[in-house]
């Protein structure tokens, strides 16, 4: 279908002072990769949708569960056990037959994170974890994209775009100039500290809305600003951060492993193996399958007792903090096999 036979769709937006029918081919022109179809790729990816973006790309390994339907809202009950990626593009795609969706069900690492992004103009940057946050980051810089950046935690989300291409030359900040400790950040996932529902439709609105205005060609982007929102008093407050990047990135940090409920079961008793519980001492005694408990506040004065081990697993209860620790043992010991439990425990916990 042509954008021309499709104006009556885009009228309302067509009509805005300054937008017109020239705004409207380029955002059908533009190509944007969403990472993460969970709490803010879903409302993300339904704008973008819904406003016309031409081609959408959809990123995401996981599948839909009972907790995610609260926030992320492209999936119902039925859904439960499908792929998040196939699901909500077969609805995408419905919504609006005159874009092109794609769904790419796989982990955004290391090794393919540079060929994934190549083809698109524009990074959406929807994930849960600092791991992945700072890949991409990482990875638009070298390839001198744009990342529209969101965070949301309990009441309080955050959005911003970062390297932007500015006039003179230089790049915006990027998410290493705001937060350069972020993969070491232990600020817990939603699973674990929670978050209102409202929260990520209000931050995922804000991220599609810089994606148009980036297409479109808005001089008052969020590039150089951080937006906060404060969903209990309803106040929002734009942060000025430098105008330009001070932070050189010249390679990506290597991911992590995650691995699967069924492929710990079957790897903690090979030979040379470790399995270390990352959680505080008490949340181990509470409830633990098994393996030494090596709380993460204090991992780095175990190192003797780990280093004679070729294969380390970790886990914790959602899998935030044995992803830390898993960096932090990957740095210490580089010729080490270290994985991390994926989504951790808890989601077990009644079938044990």
């Known amino acids: 279908m042509k954008t021309e036979e ?3 769709r885009y ?5 805005l002072p300054g937008f017109g029918k020239e705004s409207q081919h380029l955002l059908h022109n533009a190509k944007v990769l969403i990472v993460g179809a969970g709490g803010l790729g879903c409302p993300v990816a339904q704008y973008l949708t819904a406003a016309g973006i031409g081609t959408i790309g959809i ?7 009972m907790s995610n339907l609260h926030r992320q809202i492209l999936y119902t009950p039925d859904d439960i056990g499908s ?3 196939n699901v909500s593009s077969e609805k995408l795609q419905r919504q609006n037959p005159g874009i092109q969706i794609k769904a790419l069900p796989l982990r955004v690492t290391s090794e393919n994170v540079m060929d994934l992004i190549a083809d698109y103009d524009l990074i959406v940057e929807g994930t849960d974890n600092f791991e992945t946050k700072c890949l991409l980051n990482d990875a638009c810089v070298l390839a001198g994209k744009p990342l529209v950046y969101g965070a949301i935690y309990q009441y309080e989300g955050q959005v911003s775009i970062w390297n932007v291409l500015q006039d003179d030359g230089s790049y915006s900040p990027n998410y290493r100039d705001v937060f350069p400790d972020a993969e070491s950040s232990q600020v817990p996932n939603c699973s674990e500290g929670g978050v209102i529902p409202t929260l990520a439709g209000v931050v995922g609105c804000m991220q599609a809305n810089e994606v148009i205005k980036y297409f479109t060609r808005s001089k008052d982007l969020l590039a150089g600003k951080l937006w906060l929102m404060d969903m209990m008093s309803g106040k929002t407050t734009i942060i000025k951060l430098k105008k330009q990047t001070s932070t050189p990135i010249v390679s990506l940090n290597e991911s992590i492993q995650p691995i699967t409920w069924e492929e710990l079961d079957k790897k903690k008793n090979e030979p040379a193996t470790l399995l270390i519980d990352v959680r505080s001492e008490e949340e181990h005694q509470i409830f633990n399958i098994g393996g030494q408990n090596l709380p993460l506040d204090n991992l780095e004065s175990h190192w003797d007792e780990i280093a004679d081990f070729q294969q380390i697993i970790l886990y914790c209860a ?15 010991f580089p010729d080490s096999a270290v994985y991390s439990l994926k989504n951790g425990i808890e989601p077990h916990r009644n079938g044990l």
Request: positive net charge; charged residues 25%; hydrophobic residues 40%.
């Open 11 to 15: 009228h309302c937006q067509i009509a």
């Open 59 to 65: 990123a995401d390994n996981d599948f839909v569960s």
């Open 83 to 85: 792929l998040k990626v």
């Open 6 to 8: 499709n104006w009556e």
């Open 318 to 332: 959602s899998g935030n903090r044995s992803s830390k620790a898993a960096r932090m043992i990957k740095k210490a």
